[in-house]
Structures are given as structure tokens and as C-alpha cells.
């Protein structure tokens, strides 16, 4: 665990959580499904490429368009990307452990919501249950917003619906996207180690964590 903040325990008050990657295994799913279905349309996403689109908050279909594919033909492919997405997120295991745990412990001191790039249908799937979400006081989901990440509007509407200074506020992120819409609403964002995400440039970040597990302790000694 490191960190170059400074924020003392009692002005901390409230968690903005990311989804994926944070709360569930899910990115490289969405992914999966993703490659599988430019594939069929005969357009490679190479890791690397993907990565970069995700970075900059771009779609990934914009390769699809560059290939001259008929816009109608990528449709049909997103629908299909979407059926193989929501395929994988009831068949593959997307649970992180120890995320309850963490999230009993914390919901005892801090408010807590979530704030994803997630589709909302999407998201029901990943969450059948309130295992999660009881912990939270709102989910902000993609289609809550107009500007998705890195632009800073879905935190600045966290804020806004908690009525809470940004100093108040910590976000919890895995991706460089989600770091700087964090940075650019002026909140402290911890990174949470994940495979997935591990090349992007983390150097804004706060505080990085190897596992969820260090976030109380953090914010106590913090």
C-alpha cells in the first residue's frame, strides 16, 4: 500500500466506487465479447489497441467504421456483442473475494455509491442480488450521465447528489480513465491493483492498493 495524500479519518466521509474491475471481475468479459464480435466482422482488437480505446473513453467500434463496415452490419454486431457480454456475466465466476467483507466494515463509518460506465441493463445482471447494493446509498449507471469517464461529470454528479465537497470524498478506481475523472473533479482516487488495467499510468493516483483488504486500513491511517 502506498499513498501521497493527506486526508485525515474525520473529513472522510464518503466512497465512490467504480464497478468493474473493483466490485466484480468483469472487464475482461466485456472485452471477450467485444473481440469475438468485430471478429466476425473480420476486424482485429488486439489487447494493447483496446486498452488504448479504453483509456481514452473511445469505441471500440470506431475500427469497424475505419474498415468501411456498413453501420447496419455494426449494429448487428454491437447486439450480438451485447447478447455474448450478458452470456459470459451469468456463466463466469465475476465475483471478487473478499468485497462483501470490506464493504460491511466501511458501511459502518462512510456513505457509499457507485459510479459506472456500465450499462444499466448490464448492470442488473452483474448484480441479480442486494449483496452489493444495500451497502449503497445510489448507482450511478451510464445512462445517468452524458459525459462518461474520463470526462469528471458522473463523479461530480456523485458529489452533487450527496451534497458533498470533493475533500470530503474518496473514489475507487482500477482504470487510468477512471483516475482522471476523479483527478479532474478534484477528488483523491485509491487504485485497486488489477490484471487487466495494470499498464496503465497510474502516476496520479493518491494511494494504490494491491487488494480491496487495505482499503480500511488506509482510511484509518489516513
Known sequence: MSGGGSLSAPRRKFILWDNDGVLVDTEQWYYTATRRA???????????????????????????????????????????????????????????????????????????????????????????????????????????????????????????KFSAPAEQALVIEDSERGLQAARAASIDCAIIDNHFTRGHDFSQAQYRLKTLAELPQLLRAT
Open 38 to 160: 468485430l471478429g466476425e466482422l473480420g476486424v482485429k482488437l488486439p489487447p494493447e489497441v483496446y486498452q488504448q480505446i479504453m483509456i481514452k473513453g473511445q469505441s471500440s467500434w470506431s475500427l469497424a467504421l475505419q474498415a468501411g463496415i456498413d453501420e447496419r452490419q455494426i449494429d448487428a454486431a454491437q447486439a450480438r456483442r451485447d447478447s455474448y457480454y450478458q452470456h459470459y456475466l451469468r456463466t463466469e465466476d465475476i465475483r471478487i473475494p473478499g468485497v462483501i467483507e470490506v464493504l460491511a466494515e466501511l458501511a459502518e463509518d462512510y456513505d457509499m455509491a457507485i459510479v459506472t460506465t456500465c450499462k444499466r441493463r448490464d448492470f442488473e445482471v452483474i448484480h441479480p442480488n442486494d449483496d452489493i447494493l444495500h451497502f449503497m446509498q445510489f448507482v450511478l449507471a451510464r445512462e445517468d450521465y452524458v459525459y462518461s469517464k474520463p470526462h469528471p461529470e458522473p463523479y461530480l454528479m456523485a458529489l452533487d
